[in-house]
């Protein structure tokens, strides 16, 4: 079966400060997802990636699907605390939805 | 965008009773929606998958008499925890894709306490 790791599990940054989260899968990955939890709430999207090398951009996140598509990163420049939360990396195995997910990174951006 | 609702978003039980949690889809027909469960500072867990007309797919190590799923239309799903016991108190979050190849997106989840 395939597995998700994220990394870093947790992560404190100044306000302004860019990061990057990486998600790692044990196998292929054919549809990643990336989403935005805050604790006990639902999930934002935020970008699918399906192509090798793809790269999408919303406003001050960034993420990419490596060629080989094994690894995706999630890159967020000059932080703010509206990004504080749990982000969590999801990959589609069957192509039918349901998702397997990693443990999430959990940030935390100091003001 | 596409939502996903859920009912209740929170809900506290006795132990012994049963608990319904609804998923909708309010703006997409969704022949397909998705049951997660999440432990406190855990990730999600696929539980069941919820197909329109017929008997969920149910994930390894899911009691499906425990945790009964229907989807009686294309845009609700409900899962309703029977028999409810502590150990059952989670947070529990559906999804559901507008198509195809599409996005998938999540309820704002329902948190289940069991006393």
């Known amino acids: 079966s395939q597995e998700l790791e994220q990394s870093p599990q947790s992560l404190i940054v100044q306000e302004g400060k860019n990061l990057t989260i990486n998600c790692t899968s044990s196998?292929?990955?054919?549809?990643l997802y990336w989403y935005k939890q805050k604790y006990g709430e639902g999930l934002i999207f935020l970008m699918m990636?399906?192509?090798?090398?793809e790269e999408k951009s919303h406003e001050k996140i960034t993420a990419k699907l490596d060629e080989k598509k094994q690894q995706s990163s999630l890159h967020i420049t000059a932080s703010q605390p509206s990004h504080a939360g749990i982000y969590l990396c999801g990959a589609d195995p069957l192509y039918q939805g349901n998702l397997i997910f990693g443990k999430g990174t959990k940030l935390s951006v100091k003001p | 965008g596409a939502v996903v609702s859920q009912h209740p978003s929170w809900v506290i039980c006795k132990s012994g009773t049963s608990v319904k949690i609804e998923c909708r889809s309010l703006?997409?027909?969704?022949?397909?929606m998705f049951w997660y469960r999440q432990f406190p500072k855990q990730s999600l867990m696929l539980m069941a998958t919820s197909n329109e007309g017929s008997k969920a797919t149910y994930e390894q190590g899911v009691e499906k008499d425990k945790f009964l799923i229907n989807h009686a239309s294309l845009t609700l799903s409900t899962l309703t925890v029977t028999s409810a016991h502590p150990e059952d108190s989670s947070f529990y979050i559906c999804?559901?894709?507008?198509?195809?190849?599409?996005?998938?997106?999540f309820g704002e989840g329902s948190r289940l306490t069991v006393l």
């Open positions: 990636l399906q192509k090798g090398g």
């Open positions: 196998k292929t990955l054919y549809g």
């Open positions: 703006d997409f027909q969704a022949t397909t």
């Open positions: 999804s559901a894709r507008a198509g195809p190849g599409g996005e998938l997106f």
